[in-house]
């Protein structure tokens, strides 16, 4: 499944992209970005309309399937010898399973 990763103004920031290694990764950013992100390994795609809702609303209509992630997320998964311990983990661990549920899943972390 395809994983868009919206994101402005933060392409220093992208902590995400650090666990989807091998993964079909597309960054939906504005034109005038474009500069910024391109560094980064993985498909481009430009948004021609600002804000989030927009962004969030073009992958709706653009993509029959994808996942959605926030660019500044970290994920973990508990240790098995001590389960109040976590270790880093890949997003395949995390919403592997969850692909064949959902058309589009958001992910997306608050304080």
């Given at each position: 499944m395809k994983i868009i990763i919206p994101s402005s103004k933060r392409s220093n920031l992208l902590n995400t992209l650090s666990?989807?290694?091998?993964?079909?990764?597309?960054?939906?950013?504005?034109?005038?970005?474009?500069?910024?992100?391109?560094?980064?390994?993985v498909d481009i795609v430009i948004c021609p309309e600002r804000g989030?809702?927009?962004?969030?609303?073009?992958?709706?209509e653009n993509y029959d399937r994808a996942i959605m992630l926030d660019d500044d997320l970290s994920f973990a998964t508990r240790r098995e010898d001590d389960p109040t311990k976590f270790y880093p983990a890949q997003?395949?661990?995390?919403?592997?399973?969850?692909?064949?549920?959902?058309n589009h899943l958001g992910i997306f972390g608050h304080v």
């Open positions: 666990y989807l290694r091998g993964m079909d990764v597309s960054l939906l950013i504005y034109e005038d970005e474009v500069a910024d992100y391109k560094r980064h390994p989030i809702a927009k962004k969030r609303q073009y992958v709706i997003i395949s661990e995390v919403c592997g399973a969850m692909e064949d549920i959902w």
